[in-house]
């Protein structure tokens, strides 16, 4: 409003110039909020926050299954430091949000995968650590929702690693791989298999992966079968774990789980 008013008192031509008083009463602040204005029409944090939300639209434009979590990975990645208060204060300011795969009855596509498929449904292998699936399943409980990121080795057919927690985070996934990576390194070389969802596409979970010289693998975009063994694996725990009876809290889902 601050700059209507100076165009308002500097009208020429054929317009009437509106006095400050007159156009700071009517648009409801005062003049020395005006003028204070003029001696520093923009602050650095104001050209900060503008630079910020400036990113936060182009990351989101790249990949609208981004939420502000993980934009402020995408922010830091490019060498800004902001808290995740601040740019979801600057998301929820423009609307930005993120799309999950169905929403009002629309179905959005998912991000675009960050590697090839290195599997395209051949889950054989031939010895431990050289295919790990990977994938996310959700309960309800009485509390809210779980979440449960686990780790499979193809090969031994067991889970070698998993996370739980009460948020759909990229540490969900981060924690699982870590897991598995402390329980059976080295694992150079291995090949980890996952859908396309954000949590997998991350910064922190793609570096990650590089430093224990893993082989990222994605498959496509809303097909199950490219990673029907670990669907299978989370159909087989929500038969007999998880959909047994209504589960009151999320402590019991987890021990259930866990044990």
Not at 6 to 20: E, S
Request: proline share 3%.
């Amino acid at each position: 409003m601050y700059p209507l008013v100076t165009d308002l008192a500097q009208a020429k031509g054929a317009a009437i110039a509106v006095p400050v008083t007159v156009s700071c009463r009517v648009l409801g602040f005062s003049r020395q909020a005006y003028y204070k204005w003029r001696a520093n029409p923009l602050s650095q944090r104001d050209w900060d926050d503008a630079h910020l939300t400036n990113i936060a639209i182009d990351v989101h434009a790249a990949d609208a299954g981004l939420g502000y979590r993980l934009i402020t990975d995408e922010v830091t990645h490019a060498g800004i430091t902001a808290s995740q208060n601040r740019v979801h204060r600057l998301c929820k300011a423009q609307g930005i949000r993120a799309f999950h795969s169905v929403r009002n009855g629309k179905w959005r596509k998912p991000g675009p995968a960050v590697h090839d498929d290195l599997v395209e449904r051949n889950f054989r292998a031939e010895g431990p650590n050289q295919l790990w699936l990977t994938d996310i399943t959700e309960h309800r409980t009485g509390a809210g929702k779980l979440y449960l990121c686990a780790v499979k080795d193809q090969w031994a057919h067991r889970i070698v690693g998993y996370s739980i927690d009460t948020r759909r985070s990229k540490w969900i996934a981060v924690n699982a791989l870590r897991m598995a990576v402390q329980r059976h390194g080295p694992v150079a070389g291995c090949i980890v298999h996952s859908d396309r969802t954000s949590q997998f596409r991350s910064h922190t979970f793609q570096a990650e992966l590089e430093v224990h010289g893993l082989k990222g693998s994605m498959g496509r975009v809303a097909s199950s079968p490219d990673n029907a063994a670990m669907e299978s694996c989370f159909a087989l725990l929500q038969k007999n774990v998880l959909n047994r009876h209504p589960w009151t809290s999320r402590h019991a889902l987890r021990l259930a789980i866990i044990t």
